[in-house]
């Protein structure tokens, strides 16, 4: 849809874009600045672990024959996907299909969910056993193994908070792709008090001819200014439809990574 | 520097004065204007900062005779000492000239008309209003706490205080912290106006985004360190406790890791104010730019590779210590660097002796002899003797108070006109810096010879031969509050009744002075464009 703007006088009238200036670069900027900051977070429980399994290699090689491999493996597929269906929903939103990229997105949380569930079986099994943080069962155990299981739950501990938090942000962007799918973008017309009063504004096609015809700009008019409703649609999606989503996904595909460490450094070292 | 900021008028309703979309306190506590949230953190840090002063007070009162003086009981001197930690390190120097004068003066500089993400620049305000009410809470709650601001293991662990509150009121101070610095790396990035090329930024544009790395880079090992904490006292994870396999000198090191490179977070945006001032003051183009600038970027980048010399006697190896040792050596270049092109801008420039430039070179003395205590301790063999004596708190005073907060004093006596548009009474604040600079080395100097005397820091008491030593100190601490006082009375005094302030009191010639005082809501009336060197002086050309 082709949008002009005809002041009657044929004056120079601006078209001023009243939004805010939209920097793609810059938020994808200060995204990928919070992920250091996250792997970093994780960095400093990845050297715990470096230097502890250093100091009671044998130990950790003990203590992770508890783990159940299964379970893990199940997890780790199942968290794999669900970088893919994130991946594939950025694509179809940058593509201009919403529809599809809502299911994705909701998907993809359905995922984590799934991962979520099977890591609280994993960990009721271990409490069961009386495998917990400052358990007397866990006291008899070798100082090697009790550094283990201290640290296997606090990693995989804040790991799974780090997925509820992607998983809510996820929600959340579905929720706005989906409720909100207009892009309003507003011009402010310049000086319209000199050069248009009188005027009629119009919409006209390719070969001047008029669309519609608004009424005259007198003098009650005080300002004037043009509106446009886009839908993100395969023609007229914009960076700024998507970019927060872009933004999410960087998050859960951290989360993910992060994942892809813990796995073999906990279940795959017997 | 040549500024072009065509059309500009004198008509726009200045930041303090236009109509936003709340009014009275909301209309500061909401907006997400950065001269306002600048403002705001410098008005809560300096609160803070007064706090801090009064618990430093008490505590020098306490030693002025050995025994009881004015505290009974030992346990609330350790509250004191522990308050006066965590207030002054994480609620005024950590924040320091970043969170206030960065603010404000970091888009202006650059020519921009807000940071990068202005709503987080509002939420990280918040964070740090919420982390400083937790940790201040924790602090009267559950006991006295007895920790230190540094909250080692395995005591923090034990005591019964109410310590788990106080780490996660840090940790959300490392949160607002980590949100500021991404704001301002994603701010030089993208928002310099037309012009400003990375060469021709001011100084203290350097050092802030110098600065944001560290907080970037640093804070989160905090942050995973202190859950670390919170998870060994509600759970007992045995990460560090040793009665449960732990190892406590593993915190000292993930402590160490952000708290070492926090120490540049708190000097380096000093740093970059020091540089700003001496040049408007001297009518000198800096002396080497570019060293100025990279020397920021080496003291980050070095300054995080040395941490382990806060652990030589914590039992480290001795090739450990050797290699830290040498690393520590080898951070002094850098900071030296920067106070040799300092004092070459001043050589054979016309020098004007007005406050900022009191305050300014009053920091280069003291952050020369806190520099130069500093390298003592990284000798290792002194270090053993030196070792959790006055000696190191007295050092640390040097640089952090010497240094940071002079600069921060100066930088407020520096930008005070542009900020409020009001000029303050330049003979009282001569005065005022006049008695913080004699009470300072009154106070910190004889701590240092104490210290050297092998009187330990965080004693209550003491024996009777280092008596007269702390008489001096505590008198030297009655001027130096004298001097605060009467500084921010000065300053108080002149935002209600000051003369109105020119737009350019200084004759500076960073882009900051070319817009009106205070400023207009957007920074300028049009993007301004840039050219030519940052600090090039009409008058210095023609000569």
């Known amino acids: 849809m082709s949008q002009t703007a005809t002041p009657g006088s044929g004056g120079q009238a601006v078209l001023r874009e009243a939004e805010h200036h939209f920097d793609y670069t810059g938020r994808k900027l200060g995204m990928w600045l919070f ?154 017309l310049d000086d319209a008090d000199e050069t248009m009063a009188g005027a009629r504004p119009a919409i006209v096609d390719g070969d001047g001819k008029p669309l519609w015809k608004g009424g005259i700009i007198d003098e009650n008019v005080e300002q004037v200014s043009v509106v446009v409703r886009l839908k993100p649609g395969p023609q007229t999606i914009h960076p700024s439809d998507y970019v927060s989503l872009e933004n999410a996904g960087l998050y859960w595909h951290l989360v993910d990574i992060i994942w892809i460490f813990l796995f073999p450094l906990f279940y795959l070292i017997t | 520097m040549a500024v072009d900021v065509a059309g500009r008028s004198q008509g726009l309703p200045d930041y303090l004065n236009h109509r936003a979309a709340y009014s009275g306190i909301l209309s500061w506590v909401l907006s997400t204007d950065h001269k306002r949230i600048g403002v705001m953190y410098l008005v809560s840090q300096l609160t803070f900062f007064l706090v801090g002063v009064a618990l430093g007070f008490v505590m020098r009162l306490e030693m002025l005779t050995p025994g009881p003086t004015v505290i009974s009981n030992p346990a609330v001197y350790n509250a004191i000492f522990t308050v006066h930690g965590v207030i002054m390190i994480f609620l005024f120097v950590i924040p320091g000239l970043i969170a206030s004068f960065g603010n404000f003066f970091l888009p202006i500089m650059i020519g921009a008309k807000d940071v990068a993400f202005p709503f987080l620049n509002l939420l990280s305000w918040w964070l740090f209003m919420i982390g400083a009410f937790v940790a201040i809470a924790s602090l009267f709650t559950g006991g006295l706490p007895d920790t230190g601001w540094t909250f080692y293991v395995p005591y923090s662990i034990q005591t019964n205080t109410n310590t788990t509150l106080a780490l996660f009121g840090v940790f959300i101070l490392g949160f607002s912290s980590i949100l500021t610095g991404l704001n301002f790396v994603t701010t030089v990035h993208q928002m310099r106006a037309p012009g400003m090329r990375w060469s021709r930024m001011p100084l203290f544009v350097w050092a802030i985004y110098a600065t944001s790395w560290i907080q970037i880079l640093a804070t989160p090992i905090l942050g995973i360190t202190l859950l670390l904490v919170m998870l060994e006292r509600v759970l007992g994870i045995g990460v560090f406790d040793p009665a449960r396999g732990g190892d406590p000198v593993l915190y000292q090191h993930l402590f160490w890791i952000y708290s070492h490179p926090a120490v540049y977070i708190m000097i380096l945006p000093a740093m970059g104010a020091i540089s700003e001032i001496i040049p408007t003051f001297a009518r000198r183009t800096i002396f080497g730019y570019k060293f100025i600038a990279g020397s920021s970027l080496a003291i980050a980048l070095f300054g995080s590779l040395v941490w382990a010399h806060h652990m030589f006697t914590a039992g480290i190896g001795d090739k450990a210590a050797v290699i830290f040792s040498l690393l520590t050596f080898l951070v002094a270049v850098p900071s030296a660097i920067k106070v040799f092109n300092w004092v070459s801008t001043l050589y054979r420039g016309s020098i004007e002796l007005r406050p900022p430039m009191l305050f300014a070179l009053a920091f280069i003395f003291l952050f020369s002899i806190g520099g130069f205590t500093g390298l003592m301790q990284g000798a290792l063999a002194l270090d053993i003797h030196l070792h959790d004596t006055y000696f190191v708190v007295a050092h640390f005073h040097y640089v952090m108070f010497g240094g940071t907060g002079f600069a921060l004093f100066g930088a407020l006596h520096y930008w005070f006109p542009k900020m409020f548009g009001r000029m303050y009474n330049e003979k009282i604040a001569t005065i005022a810096w006049a008695l913080m600079f004699v009470g300072f080395n009154v106070l910190y100097f004889t701590m240092l010879l104490m210290g050297w005397l092998g009187m330990p820091r965080r004693y209550y008491d003491y024996l009777p031969q280092y008596q007269s030593w702390h008489v001096v100190a505590t008198v030297g601490s009655w001027i130096l509050i004298a001097g605060v006082l009467l500084m921010v009375g000065n300053l108080l005094v002149a935002l209600k009744r000051g003369e109105k302030a020119p737009d350019n009191p200084w004759g500076g010639v960073t882009p900051e002075w070319s817009t009106s005082s205070p400023p207009p809501v957007e920074n300028f009336e049009k993007t301004p464009t840039f050219s030519g060197g940052p600090y090039d002086f009409p008058t210095e050309v023609a000569r």
Not at chain 1, 124 to 129: G, L, P, V
Request: overall charge positive.
């Open chain 1, 35 to 188: 992920l250091f900051t996250e792997l970093l977070l994780f960095g400093g429980l990845f050297i715990a672990y470096a230097i502890y399994r250093h100091v009671n290699f044998a130990d950790f090689h003990v203590a992770a024959k508890d783990l159940d491999l299964v379970l893990g493996t199940i997890n780790t597929v199942i968290l794999l996907t669900s970088s893919l269906t994130m991946a594939l929903s950025i694509t179809a939103m940058q593509k201009g299909n919403r529809k599809l990229a809502v299911w994705l997105v909701v998907l993809t949380v359905l995922c984590g969910l799934a991962f979520l569930i099977i890591k609280y079986f994993e960990w009721t099994a271990k409490i069961s056993h009386g495998i917990y943080p400052a358990s007397p069962e866990l006291m008899k155990l070798p100082p090697g193994e009790v550094r283990f299981f201290g640290l296997y739950y606090a990693m995989t501990g804040l790991h799974g908070l780090h997925v509820l938090i992607g998983m809510v942000l996820l929600i959340v962007m579905a929720v706005v792709i989906a409720r909100k799918p207009f892009r309003v973008h507003s011009f402010r």
